[in-house]
């Protein structure tokens, strides 16, 4: 499988819960590298230019309050089939339907307050990387 990269943030509610050490120890244990990563407050400009694909879905406003609700921890992974691997760490959207042992069935409340975004396809890991890390502060190894 190739090397990939993916973006991955722990949103404001895992980030209040102070599991960020335990989210990384999954994405370790999986062999995914951490290999950008920063802590942000995003302003509500900054959060709606990231999720702009969701712009017309109904959830939208109650996304992008809760995302600027508090700080979250921002990171770019690396590792083999990276963005499937992370999405499965994850589970499912919704917490109340994720496998038992992922991320989000063991720390998140609700499909809004869900612990983890993690970017879905080649595509928009692309994308979303470059949204929050200038290429020259990644580093893979
Ligand atoms: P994902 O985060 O599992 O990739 P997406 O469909 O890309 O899920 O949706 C982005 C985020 O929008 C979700 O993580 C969740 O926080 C929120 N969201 C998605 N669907 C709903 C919904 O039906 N109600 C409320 N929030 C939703």
Not at 43 to 54: D, L, M, N, P
Not at 57 to 86: C, H, T, W, Y
Not at 98 to 104: F, L, S
């Amino acid at each position: 499988m190739a090397i990939e990269r993916t973006l991955s943030i722990i949103k404001p509610d895992a980030v209040a819960k102070n599991v960020i050490g335990q989210i990384y120890t999954r994405f370790e244990n999986a062999g995914l590298k951490v290999i950008a990563a920063r802590m942000a407050q995003l302003s509500r400009t900054e959060a709606e230019g990231f999720y702009a694909v969701h712009r017309e879905r109904p959830f939208f406003k109650d996304l992008v309050d809760f995302m600027i609700s508090g700080p979250v921890m921002i990171q770019a992974l690396e590792g083999e089939g990276a963005i499937a691997k992370n999405r499965e760490l994850m589970g499912a959207t919704d917490p109340k339907k994720a496998d038992k042992g992922t991320i989000r069935a063991d720390f998140a409340d609700s499909i809004d307050a869900n612990a983890v975004h993690g970017s879905d396809a080649e595509e928009t890991a692309k994308v979303e990387i470059s949204y929050f890390f200038p290429a020259l502060n990644v580093y893979s190894r």
